[in-house]
């Protein structure tokens, strides 16, 4: 059930690179060897971490070539509370990104990916409060179920316990594995999952140490030590090259990773278990040799091997055909399954089978009726009985088709009646701030969803039964990246998508929102309109909708204000959802739109999420004092739109406009978060920017990192600062005014303890300090139990200008509709506007 299902195409076994260079077929001969070591191997290793980019993939590398060990790593989240450096997205967005990326990188090192249940919610310092919001046992439940379906010999934590891993996600995830290792074997722990699963006790548990620094002097004669960094001849890479290449596929994080090759060195300490003194594997057993009716697979396979043809492959089937035999009748468990669909995965290589089932378009409509295609074909010379594909995939063959070495197979499959849009399993519910909520017990663990359409393969080749579930795919030619492909999603009839994310609405302003409504059917008819709280309203009121062909949109724009009832609820903000009525008398049951939204990078799957068309709305008392702002982009935000939205004329700045005399019309210029890290132009842009404050401007930027990914290599103020890692996770952390007479706490809006309320995830992070005598804190907030720190938000005198710094996340609080977020960022934007009068 862990197998993970590649999105873009679940079963392709294409060799066809055995027929042409033998240049190109020393890596597709030395893939067909590797799962051959891999059919011998029978242990398991599992790895578990917090978050995607916590494995260490040169271990994984090494387990699942060298030592040919089926390999797993379990990361507790799918990283939906970090940071995004390629994008705007976050949270849900970042997460598929980042459950994406995971899946890259595994791909790359041959390890198999799961999850659990748990949600990112951000940093969080220790792991009582992870365990307070994710609650411990239903996490520590997930990781049992993974232990009891993967059933790894041996468990490997990637940080230790008490606490060195800094994050709190980092440390529970090590205290879960170690409570998992017990639980796992504990017939009454978790008994529900037995209906599925048996108990499972791995044998040895080991924290996965951190590698000493060159100048440390750490002692390790109570670790086993061992060289990951060797050199796979049937490959043709070392484990470093492979761990670069996986490594590299976290781009959302900017975890692009040198190569490395020669001797590389990880250390263990052992938690738990049978205690091994050299090796991790130590006496643990790892291939046929003493299970009983399998004692022959070790020669066969070590025979199979040695003898396998790089231009014949096809030759090593009837060896191949031998251990089949044997293992069929080896009693049920699971390792027989596994090894099983293995050898059925090698034999369909070697017999050059390649099938696919693609769909002319690469959305279709519930209930919608289309024509799809099956196709197959096998390349090299060998005995393949062939049985007409189905779409409901099932063992039970078709009828017998005559088929003809080399030549495509086609046939036409109807592909109607589907009820279910597409989505991701996990986010089909709401969620709670730290759970998904995933009520099926089979689906959890699973990296994606399985494939939503497939046909059922059903071949013999050589006698042997093969099954395999072909998902449905659409496939296009890029004229510059050539052959494409993706999911075939499944949509609703009519969704909406609204271009604001918040909708700001005070005493005076009237918010403008606009919808635009798709019809994936050739008719859609009747009225759009907002699902608004009574101190509101719109004009219209509604809105009359007449699509007559499919893929046709109309673009509807709402003017929300104020009532003047009496309850109107200033500082509230409240999600308002898209409604359409299918009756014009309105004596339908309105229905809430869905909107599709899209993530499209090169190096991932496309990913579709269908979820509710809703926007913030925000009614708060919001004063401006300025009009004009500009804006540099930084690693991605939506703070500008957001700054649109409320009511301010954003203009994006770039080289071509980030110069002297042209940007002196800005009332305000406020720097996108981390663009001292990602914005190549900042060193261009300071001098500019300087003298824009010098001369009367005010500069606002929001945070940065500095840690071994990022660094600020400019100094990003007129006087000296360092950035920190200093935070606060805390979103309800108290904040404490140090200087009331500042501005920035009155003009043009009062700030009071109130604006603070309701904050979403963290106050903010990367603090700066050390800082130079000119810079004025403003405000002090710290988590329990720690330091209170005082560099959320500093200002200075510059010439006649202001500057400002803050790393309090306006980013995350902005979108989310926190009112006193906006106040709060309105004085700051204004603080060269005050003239000590108001």
């Given amino acids: ?56 993939t040169r271990l994984l590398s090494y387990l699942a070539n060298q030592r040919h060990y089926q390999t797993a790593y379990l990361s507790l989240t799918r990283g939906d509370g970090g940071q995004n450096l390629i994008g705007t997205e976050q949270e849900e967005l970042l997460g598929l990104i980042r459950t994406q990326e995971l899946l890259a990188a595994r791909r790359v090192d041959g390890a198999e990916q799961f999850f659990s249940r748990a949600f990112d919610f951000g940093y969080s310092k220790n792991p009582e409060e992870t365990f307070s919001i994710w609650g411990k046992e239903q996490i520590l439940a997930d990781v049992v179920w993974a232990i009891r379906k993967f059933q790894p010999d041996v468990i490997i934590t990637r940080f230790p316990t008490t606490g060195e891993g800094g994050h709190g996600h980092h440390t529970a995830s090590a205290i879960l594995a170690v409570e998992a290792f017990t639980a796992a074997a504990d017939a009454k722990r978790f008994p529900e999952q037995l209906q599925h699963v048996k108990i499972w006790q791995a044998k040895r548990l080991f924290w996965n140490n951190f590698m000493p620094s060159r100048d440390e002097k750490t002692d390790v004669s109570g670790m086993i030590l061992l060289d990951v960094g060797t050199y796979n001849a049937a490959l043709g890479e070392s484990m470093g090259e492979i761990a670069s290449r996986s490594r590299s596929m976290h781009k959302s994080q900017g975890f692009g990773a040198k190569v490395n090759r020669g001797e590389q060195i990880e250390y263990f300490t052992q938690l738990a278990g049978d205690k091994a003194v050299s090796d991790i594997f130590e006496n643990i057993q790892d291939n046929w040799k003493n299970i009983k009716g399998a004692e022959q697979l070790d020669v066969l396979i070590r025979q199979t091997i040695s003898t396998f043809s790089v231009q014949q492959p096809q030759a090593s089937i009837a060896a191949l055909k031998n251990c089949y035999t044997i293992l069929e009748k080896l009693p049920e468990s699971h390792l027989k399954t596994e090894k099983i669909r293995l050898l059925e995965d090698i034999i369909l290589k070697c017999a050059g089978i390649y099938a696919e089932f693609y769909a002319p378009q690469y959305n279709l409509v519930t209930n919608e009726k289309i024509e799809a295609t099956f196709s197959f074909v096998y390349r090299n010379k060998v005995n393949v009985q062939f049985y007409s594909p189905t779409l409901n995939p099932s063992k039970l063959k078709g009828d017998k088709t005559d088929i003809t070495f080399n030549k495509i197979f086609e046939k036409k499959i109807t592909v109607a009646n589907q009820q279910e849009v597409t989505n991701p399993y996990w986010l089909k519910n709401p969620h709670t701030e730290g759970v998904f909520d995933v009520k099926d017990q089979l689906l959890i663990g699973l990296p994606e969803s399985p494939a939503q359409i497939s046909a059922a ?88 909708l007449n699509l007559f062909k499919k893929s046709s949109k109309q673009t509807l724009q709402f003017k929300i204000f104020q009532t003047a009832s009496r309850e109107v609820k200033p500082d509230t903000s409240i999600a308002i959802n898209v409604v359409f009525l299918r009756n014009i008398a309105k004596e339908t049951i309105p229905e809430n739109l869905q909107t599709i939204t899209r993530i499209e990078y090169d190096h991932i799957p496309v990913q579709t999420w269908t979820h509710p068309a809703t926007f913030q709305l925000v009614n708060v008392n919001l004063q401006r004092a300025v009009t004009t702002i500009g804006y540099i982009d930084g690693a991605g935000d939506q703070v500008a739109a957001c700054l649109t939205n409320a009511g301010y004329k954003v203009e994006i700045l770039n080289q071509n406009t980030v110069k002297k005399g042209q940007i002196a019309k800005y009332d305000a210029i406020v720097v996108g978060i981390r663009a001292f890290n990602s914005n190549d132009k900042m060193p261009d842009y300071m001098p500019v920017l300087l003298d824009y404050v010098e001369n009367g401007g005010t500069l606002i930027e929001q945070y940065n990192t500095k840690n071994w990914v990022s660094e600020v290599k400019l100094q990003p103020g007129p006087y000296p600062f360092e950035i920190s890692r200093d935070r606060v996770t805390n979103e309800c952390a108290k904040i404490t005014i140090l200087q009331k007479d500042n501005p920035a706490f009155f003009f043009p809006n009062k700030i009071t303890d109130a604006d603070f309320n309701n904050w979403v995830q963290e106050r903010g992070l990367y603090f700066p300090d050390k800082l130079d005598s000119r810079y004025i804190p403003l405000i002090a907030c710290n988590d329990n139990d720690e330091p209170v720190k005082t560099g959320a938000l500093i200002v200075a005198d510059y010439g006649k200008g202001k500057f400002v710094y803050t790393g309090l996340s306006f980013f ?14 309105a004085n700051l934007i204004a603080l060269g506007k005050y003239d000590g009068k108001q």
């Avoid at 093969?466 to 075939?488: A, Q």
């Avoid at 995350?812 to 960022?825: D, F, I, S, T």
């Fill in 812 to 825: 995350r609080q902005l979108p989310a509709g926190v009112p006193g977020a906006y106040r709060l960022l």
């Fill in 457 to 544: 393969l059903n071949v013999d080749v050589e006698g042997i039964s093969i099954y395999r579930r072909i998902p449905l795919i659409y496939k296009w030619v890029d004229p510059v990246k050539g052959e494409l492909k993706r999911n075939v999603e499944v949509i609703p009839e009519i969704t909406a998508s609204i271009e604001q994310l918040t909708a700001i609405v005070t005493a005076r302003d009237t918010a403008k929102v606009n919808v635009t409504i798709s019809s994936n059917i050739d008719t859609t008819e009747g009225i759009v309109k907002l699902n608004l709280p009574s101190f509101v309203k719109s004009i219209p009121e509604y809105f009359p």
């Fill in 1 to 56: 059930m862990f197998k993970h299902f590649p999105t873009l195409l679940l079963f392709v076994f294409s060799l066809s690179t055995f027929l042409t260079a033998k240049s190109q077929s020393t890596s597709a001969a030395g893939a067909i060897i590797q799962d051959l070591e891999k059919l011998g191997n029978t242990a398991k290793v599992l790895y578990v971490a917090a978050h995607p980019d916590d494995e260490n």
